[in-house]
């Protein structure tokens, strides 16, 4: 019995040093890195029109296909919540949303939801942006649609159930930006 229970003893010793050993001489690799999250494509500008407190610019990133940019004129009290910038190209346009109070994680999606001050309410899709702000997609097809209450409401509140309230903006001459948007798109970035 004593060889017997002497030999098993050996046999587990033995079992668990090669074990040991193994995990030992296991080399560990660490784990993939996270992709690196885009931004939209910028490049050099010209200007298009100016008006209403709105700038449209053209942009033609290097080795990119040109689209067109409708910018807010920097103003104090506007400048103190979130900020749309509208965004036109052939395929796809929509708009940045930046300054809000809660960031973007980078290339995350989330819900967001505008409630509009004359009772509107739109629901939409952004993609987080590596400084923050929010990109809402929108086939340019559907842009002047999809964008019409942000051109005919005076303010919006945008909310996140992920993020939490993001802020409220005045749309003071968001009518005129859609519409030359639009206009800067039809007439530069088109094929």
Not at 145 to 161: G, I, K, Q, W
Request: charged residues 20%.
């Amino acid at each position: 019995m004593d060889r017997l229970r002497l030999g098993r003893a050996v046999g587990w010793i033995t079992l668990s040093a090669a074990l040991l050993t193994t995990t030992a001489c296991q080399t560990t690799t660490a784990p993939p890195a996270a992709p690196t999250v885009s931004g939209l494509a910028s490049g050099p500008e010209r200007p298009f029109r100016s008006g209403r407190g709105w700038t449209v610019t053209i942009q033609k990133p290097d080795g990119g296909k040109p689209f067109c940019q409708a910018t807010r004129n920097p103003d104090g009290a506007a400048d103190t919540g979130p900020r749309m910038v509208f965004r036109t190209a052939a395929a796809e346009s929509g708009f940045i949303l930046s300054g809000v109070s809660h960031p973007a994680t980078p290339g995350e999606r989330y819900e967001l939801t505008a409630n509009f001050d004359q009772g509107a309410k739109l629901t939409l899709s952004g993609r987080g942006l590596p400084d923050g702000a929010l990109y809402v997609a929108i086939p340019s097809k559907s842009y002047l649609d999809e964008l019409d209450p942000f051109a005919r409401n005076r303010r919006v509140t945008f909310r996140s159930a992920a993020l939490g309230d993001l802020g409220t903006m005045a749309l003071t001459g968001s009518s005129w930006a859609i519409n030359a948007s639009d206009e800067c798109r039809i007439l530069n970035a088109d094929p």
